[in-house]
């Protein structure tokens, strides 16, 4: 079965950018479906970006449109989550999640990472 580890959070300024990652560990990450997911303080954990296993489609949350990317390099076993004009309402832990099944915003993801702190300040 496959471990996650996020890493590149951090604390920010509104309009600033950060890019997340997400290292994949114990099986090749081409085997899976890959998304981001963020919670915020009092919240529920929210679907932010998923992409196919090949990277050939992606599909986003309307929070996330025009301002976040996500990507996977699968020769270095890695997914991205590039984040741009970052708002106050980003704020949240993001967490990376694998699946074996077709791309979805839904439930179905089967591994988690412990996720990484995004804070953006105003």
């Known amino acids: 079965q496959v471990q996650l580890l996020e890493s590149g959070g951090g604390v920010v300024q509104v309009g600033d950018s950060l890019r997340p990652s997400c290292a994949a560990s114990?099986?090749?990450?081409?085997?899976?479906?890959m998304g981001w997911f963020r919670q915020a303080p009092g919240k529920e954990r929210d679907f932010v970006a998923g992409?196919?296993?090949?990277?050939?489609?992606?599909l986003y949350a309307d929070s996330a449109k025009g301002r976040f990317t996500i990507s996977r390099d699968n020769a270095k076993n890695t997914v991205f989550l590039k984040m741009n004009s970052l708002k106050p309402e980003d704020t949240a832990v993001y967490f990376c999640?694998?699946?074996?099944?077709?791309?979805?915003?839904?439930?179905?993801?089967?591994?988690w990472g412990q996720g990484t702190q995004v804070a953006v300040s105003s």
């Open positions: 999640a694998a699946t074996s099944r077709s791309l979805s915003a839904g439930a179905g993801y089967d591994y």
């Open positions: 992409i196919s296993w090949g990277g050939s489609t992606t």
């Open positions: 114990g099986c090749p990450l081409a085997r899976y479906t």
